[in-house]
C-alpha cells in the first residue's frame, strides 16, 4: 500500500481545493509526521525529529512502522521550500524491498503544515508535513482511509479486474491456459476502456470538491486523443486539475500535468496544452530536483513550440540543454549506486559456454530500472569471452524509439508480454525488477544466474570478423562442432552506448540491439563445418528503423518526445548457436568491429 501511495500516478490527488501561501517565517525543530495522500488513504511513513546543529537544519527518523527501516538524507530548509530524501527497506519474510524518493514541500503561512509532494521526476504524489508532539504513532494511525465516491469506486473495480486478469495471465506457466486468460484480460481491459470514461465524467461533474475529481479529471486527459475531447472539455478538466494541485506546488502541478500536455499535443489541442503547462513551468525554483524541472521543461518547450512560439521555445531549449549536461554528470557519477563485484574466474578451467543475457526493456518501463542498472553493472564484472550481454527494446508499457521490428520479433519469439524480461542462453530466469535502490539485488540475482553457465562445457565453437567500411558492415562466421536439424545461427548488431531519456530516468541504454542481419529467424546450421557471411548497410537500417517508427506513431500510439537517437557510432557484432526446438543457446561470440567509420559518423 505505502509503496503504491508513494510512486502510483493515478493517486496523485488533492485533499480539498485550498489557496496556497508562500514564504513561512520561523525554523521547523520539533517533530513532523510526514505522511503520503492519495484520494483512498492517507499513509504515514515516518515521523522525523528537526534540530539545529552548528547553525543548519537537520533531521533524522524517530518512528517508523513494524518492518520497515526509514532514512533521511539531504534535508534543506529556505524560507519557500522544504526538501528532503527517504529512503525505505521494507522487510517481508526473507526479503528486502527497497524503495527511495524526494520530497519538495512548499512553506505557507501555516507554520504547522508543510504541503508538498513525493515521488520522482516523472511520477509524484501528494504528501505532507504536519508538526507533532507525538514520536510514535499505533497501528491505526497510520492509515487513515477516505470515502471514494460511487461512480469512482465502480471505475476502480473496473480498472482492477482487468489488472488481475493481466497479472493471472502473465504468471500463467501453461501456454494454452495463458492464451485463454490473455482473452480474459483483453476482454477485461476493453470493457475497462468502453465505461470508465463516463464514470469519470461523473466523477467530474457531480464530486468537482473531492480528491477523486483529481484523478478522474487526470485519466480523461491522458486519453484525450482516444476519447476526442473537445477543446472546451479539456480546458474545463485542466483548469479543475490546476486548483486541485496548486497548494502542492509547482513541481507537483508540472510533474502531474506534463504528460497531460502531451497528449493534448497528440490530440490536436496545442493550445490547451500550453494553458496546462506554463502556469507550473513559470512557477518552477532553482531548488527543484533537476531530473524533475527537465521533465517539465522539456513539455513545455514542445508545447511553445506546437503553440507557434517559436522563439520561446528555443530559450526553454537552451536552458534544458544545460540541465541534460548536469543530469549526464550527475547519472555518471551515480549509478550504479554500487561497486560491481568482478568475476572471479571460472573454476574449471576446461569450461568454456559463453553466458548470454537477453535483456527485454523498455524506456518507459520504472520496473526496468533495477534490470537496466544491473545488466550494465554486469558490463563492469564479466569480460566478454565470458558474457553476452543484449538488450532489446520494447513498447512496454509506452512507446520506446529504441525498439525495431527485430527486437519485436525476438520478443515474439519467446512470448514475452512484460518487461522487465530476462533470458540466460535462451531460458527465462530471474524475473522482476524494481527501482535504483533494488538495482544491487538484481545484479546479485544475475550474477547467480551466470555464473554456474560459464562452469559448462560445450563442444560448438563459433567465431568470425566484422569489417566496418563507411555505412557498411561485412561479417564472415563460422560454426564448428554443431550437430541437430533444429540449430539456427543469428546474427546481431548491437550499439554499445545510446543516450536517450524516457520516463523511468534511465539516461544511458548500454549493447542496444539494432539489426538482426539475415532476420530474427536465423539461418539453419547445415553441416559440423559451417560458414555464413552476411552484410548490414547502416543507411538502410536507420531508413528501415525510421518507417518502423513513423508507421508505430501513426497506427498505434505516439512518442513522448521527438528523440529518436541512431548514431550507431560504436558496434558490436553478435552471433548467436541456438537450438530452436528448446531455445537453448549452446555457444555464442561477441566481435569487434574493425576498419573506419565514414560519412562524419
Same mark, same amino acid.
Given at each position: 500500500?505505502?509503496?503504491?501511495?508513494?510512486?502510483?500516478?493515478?493517486?496523485?490527488?488533492?485533499?480539498?481545493?485550498?489557496?496556497?501561501?508562500?514564504?513561512?517565517?520561523?525554523?521547523?525543530?520539533?517533530?513532523?509526521?510526514?505522511?503520503?495522500?492519495?484520494?483512498?488513504?492517507?499513509?504515514?511513513?515516518?515521523?522525523?525529529?528537526?534540530?539545529?546543529?552548528?547553525?543548519?537544519?537537520?533531521?533524522?527518523?524517530?518512528?517508523?512502522?513494524?518492518?520497515?527501516?526509514?532514512?533521511?538524507?539531504?534535508?534543506?530548509?529556505?524560507?519557500?521550500?522544504?526538501?528532503?530524501?527517504?529512503?525505505?527497506?521494507?522487510?517481508?519474510?526473507?526479503?528486502?524491498?527497497?524503495?527511495?524518493?524526494?520530497?519538495?514541500?512548499?512553506?505557507?503561512?501555516?507554520?504547522?503544515?508543510?504541503?508538498?509532494?513525493?515521488?520522482?521526476?516523472?511520477?509524484?504524489?501528494?504528501?505532507?508535513?504536519?508538526?507533532?508532539?507525538?514520536?510514535?504513532?499505533?497501528? !491505526?494511525?497510520?492509515?487513515? *482511509?477516505?470515502? $471514494?465516491?460511487?461512480?469512482?469506486?465502480? +471505475?476502480? &473495480?473496473?480498472?482492477? @479486474? /482487468?489488472?488481475?486478469?493481466?497479472?493471472?495471465?502473465?504468471?500463467?506457466?501453461?501456454?494454452?491456459?495463458?492464451?485463454?486468460?490473455?482473452?480474459?484480460?483483453?476482454?477485461?481491459?476493453?470493457?475497462?476502456?468502453?465505461?470508465?470514461?463516463?464514470?469519470?465524467?461523473?466523477?467530474?461533474?457531480?464530486?468537482?470538491?473531492?480528491?477523486?475529481?483529481?484523478?478522474?479529471?487526470?485519466?480523461?486527459?491522458?486519453?484525450?486523443?482516444?476519447?476526442?475531447?473537445?477543446?472546451?472539455?479539456?480546458?474545463?478538466?485542466?483548469?479543475?486539475?490546476?486548483?486541485?494541485?496548486?497548494?502542492?506546488?509547482?513541481?507537483?502541478?508540472?510533474?502531474?500535468?506534463?504528460?497531460?500536455?502531451?497528449?493534448?499535443?497528440?490530440?490536436?489541442?496545442?493550445?490547451?496544452?500550453?494553458?496546462?503547462?506554463?502556469?507550473?513551468?513559470?512557477?518552477?525554483?532553482?531548488? !527543484?530536483?533537476?531530473?524533475? *524541472?527537465?521533465? $517539465?521543461?522539456?513539455?513545455?518547450?514542445? +508545447?511553445? &513550440?506546437?503553440?507557434? @512560439? /517559436?522563439?520561446?521555445?528555443?530559450?526553454?531549449?537552451?536552458?534544458?540543454?544545460?540541465?541534460?549536461?548536469?543530469?549526464?554528470?550527475?547519472?555518471?557519477?551515480?549509478?550504479?549506486?554500487?561497486?560491481?563485484?568482478?568475476?572471479?574466474?571460472?573454476?574449471?578451467?576446461?569450461?568454456?559456454?559463453?553466458?548470454?543475457?537477453?535483456?527485454?526493456?523498455?524506456?518507459?518501463?520504472?520496473?526496468?530500472?533495477?534490470?537496466?542498472?544491473?545488466?550494465?553493472?554486469?558490463?563492469?564484472?564479466?569480460?566478454?569471452?565470458?558474457?553476452?550481454?543484449?538488450?532489446?527494446?520494447?513498447?512496454?508499457?509506452?512507446?520506446?524509439?529504441?525498439?525495431?521490428?527485430?527486437?519485436?520479433?525476438?520478443?515474439?519469439?519467446?512470448?514475452?508480454?512484460?518487461?522487465?524480461?530476462?533470458?540466460?542462453?535462451?531460458?527465462?530466469?530471474?524475473?522482476?525488477?524494481?527501482?535504483?535502490?533494488?538495482?544491487?539485488?538484481?545484479?546479485?540475482?544475475?550474477?547467480?544466474?551466470?555464473?554456474?553457465?560459464?562452469?559448462?562445457?560445450?563442444?560448438?565453437?563459433?567465431?568470425?570478423?566484422?569489417?566496418?567500411?563507411?555505412?557498411?558492415?561485412?561479417?564472415?562466421?563460422?560454426?564448428?562442432?554443431?550437430?541437430?536439424?533444429?540449430?539456427?545461427?543469428?546474427?546481431?548488431?548491437?550499439?554499445?552506448?545510446?543516450?536517450?531519456?524516457?520516463?523511468?530516468?534511465?539516461?544511458?541504454?548500454?549493447?542496444?540491439?539494432?539489426?538482426?542481419?539475415?532476420?530474427?529467424?536465423?539461418?539453419?546450421?547445415?553441416?559440423?563445418?559451417?560458414?555464413?557471411?552476411?552484410?548490414?548497410?547502416?543507411?538502410?537500417?536507420?531508413?528501415?528503423?525510421?518507417?518502423?517508427?513513423?508507421?508505430?506513431?501513426?497506427?498505434?500510439?505516439?512518442?513522448?518526445?521527438?528523440?529518436?537517437?541512431?548514431?550507431?557510432?560504436?558496434?558490436?557484432?553478435?552471433?548467436?548457436?541456438?537450438?530452436?526446438?528448446?531455445?537453448?543457446?549452446?555457444?555464442?561470440?561477441?566481435?569487434?568491429?574493425?576498419?573506419?567509420?565514414?560519412?562524419?559518423?
Amino acid at each position: 500500500m505505502l509503496r503504491r501511495a508513494l510512486f502510483a500516478l493515478a493517486g496523485v490527488v488533492a485533499a480539498a481545493m485550498l489557496t496556497p501561501t508562500r514564504a513561512a517565517e520561523g525554523d521547523l525543530t520539533g517533530n513532523w509526521q510526514f505522511s503520503t495522500t492519495t484520494a483512498a488513504a492517507d499513509s504515514t511513513a515516518c515521523i522525523i525529529k528537526v534540530e539545529t546543529k552548528d547553525g543548519k537544519p537537520t533531521a533524522s527518523v524517530v518512528f517508523a512502522p513494524e518492518n520497515i527501516e526509514v532514512k533521511v538524507s539531504e534535508f534543506r530548509v529556505t524560507n519557500s521550500q522544504v526538501f528532503f530524501k527517504l529512503k525505505q527497506v521494507r522487510t517481508v519474510g526473507k526479503q528486502s524491498l527497497t524503495s527511495e524518493f524526494a520530497f519538495v514541500g512548499v512553506r505557507g503561512t501555516d507554520a504547522k503544515v508543510v504541503l508538498g509532494s513525493a515521488g520522482t521526476a516523472t511520477a509524484r504524489t501528494r504528501a505532507k508535513l504536519v508538526a507533532t508532539t507525538k514520536d510514535t504513532l499505533g497501528k !491505526d494511525e497510520l492509515l487513515v *482511509r477516505h470515502p $471514494v465516491v460511487e461512480p469512482m469506486a465502480q +471505475a476502480n &473495480a473496473l480498472n482492477s @479486474k /482487468a489488472a488481475i486478469a493481466q497479472n493471472k495471465a502473465l504468471i500463467e506457466k501453461d501456454a494454452e491456459k495463458r492464451k485463454d486468460l490473455l482473452k480474459e484480460a483483453a476482454a477485461a481491459r476493453k470493457d475497462a476502456e468502453e465505461k470508465t470514461p463516463d464514470l469519470y465524467r461523473e466523477v467530474v461533474a457531480k464530486h468537482m470538491h473531492f480528491p477523486a475529481a483529481f484523478d478522474a479529471a487526470s485519466n480523461l486527459l491522458r486519453n484525450a486523443k482516444r476519447l476526442k475531447l473537445t477543446a472546451d472539455e479539456a480546458e474545463k478538466l485542466v483548469k479543475l486539475i490546476q486548483k486541485h494541485a496548486d497548494p502542492y506546488g509547482s513541481l507537483f502541478g508540472g510533474v502531474v500535468l506534463a504528460p497531460v500536455a502531451d497528449e493534448l499535443i497528440a490530440a490536436g489541442l496545442e493550445t490547451v496544452a500550453l494553458a496546462a503547462i506554463e502556469p507550473s513551468a513559470k512557477g518552477l525554483s532553482k531548488d !527543484d530536483p533537476v531530473a524533475a *524541472r527537465v521533465a $517539465v521543461l522539456t513539455a513545455y518547450q514542445n +508545447a511553445l &513550440a506546437k503553440a507557434g @512560439k /517559436a522563439d520561446a521555445a528555443k530559450t526553454i531549449a537552451t536552458e534544458v540543454a544545460k540541465l541534460e549536461t548536469v543530469l549526464d554528470e550527475e547519472y555518471t557519477k551515480a549509478v550504479p549506486p554500487f561497486k560491481p563485484t568482478a568475476f572471479a574466474g571460472r573454476k574449471d578451467k576446461n569450461a568454456n559456454q559463453v553466458a548470454v543475457f537477453e535483456l527485454f526493456t523498455g524506456a518507459q518501463c520504472p520496473p526496468c530500472v533495477a534490470a537496466d542498472v544491473a545488466f550494465d553493472a554486469l558490463l563492469k564484472s564479466y569480460k566478454p569471452s565470458e558474457l553476452i550481454l543484449l538488450q532489446y527494446h520494447v513498447h512496454i508499457p509506452g512507446p520506446d524509439p529504441l525498439t525495431n521490428a527485430a527486437t519485436v520479433a525476438r520478443g515474439r519469439y519467446y512470448g514475452i508480454t512484460s518487461a522487465p524480461s530476462s533470458f540466460f542462453n535462451g531460458t527465462r530466469a530471474a524475473a522482476g525488477g524494481g527501482g535504483m535502490a533494488a538495482s544491487e539485488n538484481k545484479f546479485k540475482q544475475y550474477a547467480g544466474v551466470i555464473d554456474p553457465i560459464l562452469e559448462k562445457t560445450v563442444e560448438v565453437k563459433v567465431g568470425g570478423k566484422a569489417t566496418r567500411t563507411g555505412d557498411k558492415i561485412d561479417v564472415a562466421l563460422e560454426v564448428v562442432g554443431c550437430d541437430g536439424d533444429d540449430m539456427k545461427l543469428r546474427v546481431l548488431v548491437v550499439e554499445e552506448n545510446v543516450r536517450y531519456v524516457g520516463s523511468n530516468q534511465i539516461r544511458f541504454h548500454h549493447h542496444v540491439v539494432r539489426a538482426m542481419p539475415g532476420g530474427a529467424d536465423g539461418v539453419a546450421i547445415k553441416d559440423k563445418a559451417f560458414k555464413h557471411t552476411t552484410s548490414t548497410d547502416l543507411a538502410e537500417v536507420r531508413t528501415a528503423l525510421t518507417k518502423y517508427l513513423d508507421d508505430y506513431a501513426a497506427n498505434t500510439r505516439p512518442f513522448p518526445k521527438a528523440d529518436r537517437p541512431m548514431e550507431m557510432k560504436n558496434l558490436k557484432v553478435i552471433a548467436l548457436v541456438q537450438n530452436d526446438k528448446t531455445k537453448e543457446i549452446i555457444q555464442a561470440v561477441q566481435i569487434e568491429v574493425e576498419g573506419k567509420v565514414g560519412g562524419g559518423r
